[in-house]
């Protein structure tokens, strides 16, 4: 399986929102659950929705796959036969949500039956029994499942395992922090505004309490420069129309963590690359490490992606910033199709991965992965590495990063290439990163995503 597309972080809003009836918001919600459960993407299921459903069907399947482990465990003592996919989907939306606090229970059972009616009737009477059933016995059932990892955590059982084996004194804390919402982080564009003028921009439009304080300082990490200013992180998201010249390109939104990808290397070394310098961003897409490099410095930037829809996205997003860079469609592991010959003076590498560390923004992610695709995606993270250093100048950097908690798309794979390859020196950067504030040395505060860093040199 690719990496998932990592379009920019959805805005989350209240199942409440909107005024579209519960019935008609579950109907959608139940789509989206079966179709995550057969595969496929809920990002690319969202955006199938009508404008008018997809805030709402949105909410509720956040809320809904965020738990649909312990409803999964839930419907299968309730329902041991699992009942026709749509149903089945209804049903576990309507548990997961019962296990909240979004709706007056009595009310979603009643609009859960009347959604099957209009979708499934002969199956209504099931549901109502089954939801009533759940209600009755809450404290029962709930207390029959506590055991069980995959109904307590809302992970698989080889996530969980895996992260055991990875962080045996923070894999309760990264499971814990995945089921978290997620805060909107926002990153300046300098070449318009200093992070200072645009915060009182946000303060002056109620976005922003005025005595909020620097909420994220991962930019001010020690391995990044320490003139590199802190990201603006907003507690509740708002539509990217309500920020203050985000047309204009005054403002992107990009989390914490992916915001130390562009200074760590236009900084590399302690050097800043020099203008006209050629930077190649390797798996570029969406575009948001593109659009910061340039930002940072008067670069010449070669923009690769192997898919050309989500090239569009980058050519989008440089366009709204009033940015340049040469976007080219093709396979980064096979650069004879697509390499002009001149050495790169620097490589940023944001290789496919599992997207394990962004499951706060993208809680499909967890139920779409099979353990067999760690593996797999190493062996996809090792061939482009290997295809793309003989591309970088002697003296050079290659940043790479991964948006991954899972130490074989990580370290391990720096490990073993440092190994294999003479003429790579590891220099310092940041590791792994992890979402949880108990990991991290507490001056830096991150409550970004989960990533990954390695910074490479090339020996002459």
């Given at each position: ?54 805030p ?82 809450r404290?029962?059932?709930l ?5 069980d ?71 001010g ?88 829809q ?10 709204r ?45 967890r139920?779409?992965?099979r ?28 940043l ?26 590891a220099?310092?950067s ?12 507490p ?18």
């Open positions: 399986m690719s990496r998932p597309a990592r379009p920019s972080s959805p805005i989350e809003s209240s199942p409440q929102a909107g005024s579209l009836p519960l019935w008609q918001l579950l109907s959608g919600c139940a789509d989206a659950v079966a179709a995550v459960r057969q595969g496929q993407s809920l990002t690319d299921v969202l955006a199938a929705r009508r404008p008018q459903e997809r709402g069907v949105q909410a509720l399947s956040f809320a809904v796959l965020r738990r649909l482990g312990t409803a999964e465990a839930l419907r299968k003592k309730l329902v041991p036969k699992a009942p026709q996919a749509w149903v089945d989907a209804l049903l576990l939306s309507a548990l997961a949500l019962a296990c909240g606090t979004e709706y007056n229970e009595h009310t979603l059972v009643d609009q859960a039956v009347e959604a099957a009616k209009r979708r499934a009737r002969p199956a209504s009477g099931m549901v109502n029994a089954v939801l009533r059933r759940f209600l009755r016995e404290g029962e059932l207390a029959g499942i506590e055991q990892p995959v109904a307590s955590f809302n992970h698989p059982a080889w996530w969980i395992k895996r992260l055991k084996q990875d962080w045996p004194d923070h894999w309760q804390a990264i499971l814990m922090a995945n089921q978290e919402q997620p805060p909107m982080t926002l990153r300046v564009n300098q070449r318009h505004h200093t992070v200072k003028a645009y915060r009182q921009q946000l303060i002056d439009a109620g976005i922003l309490s005025a005595d909020a304080g620097h909420e994220a300082q991962a930019s990490a020690p391995v990044v420069p320490a003139d590199q200013p802190d990201p603006i992180v907003l507690a509740q998201g708002v539509p990217v129309n309500r920020l203050p010249g985000f047309e204009q390109g005054d403002v992107s939104v990009q989390d914490a963590a992916a915001q130390i990808a562009a200074p760590l290397l236009v900084h590399a070394g302690g050097r800043t690359l020099p203008a006209g310098a050629r930077v190649l961003d390797a798996c570029a897409a969406p575009g948001g490490k593109t659009a910061h490099l340039l930002e940072l410095a008067d670069l010449a930037v070669t923009a690769l992606d192997a898919d050309p989500r090239l569009v996205r980058v050519n989008e997003t440089l366009s910033l009033g940015l340049s860079a040469r976007t080219i469609a093709a396979d980064a592991s096979h650069p004879a199709g697509w390499w002009d010959g001149q050495a790169f003076d620097a490589i940023l590498l944001d290789a496919p991965c599992s997207a394990s560390g962004i499951v706060r923004r993208h809680p499909d992610v139920w779409l992965r353990e067999s695709d760690i593996s797999a995606l190493a062996r996809t993270q090792d061939a482009i590495l290997d295809a793309l250093w003989p591309l970088l100048k002697p003296g050079g950097h290659l790479y990063c991964t948006c991954s908690v899972f130490k074989m798309e990580g370290q391990d794979r720096i490990d073993a290439f440092l190994q294999r390859t003479s003429d790579a020196q220099r310092p940041p590791g792994h990163l992890l979402p949880v504030v108990e990991y991290l040395d001056a830096r505060h991150n409550r970004g995503d989960g990533f990954f860093y390695a910074l490479l040199s090339k020996t002459t």
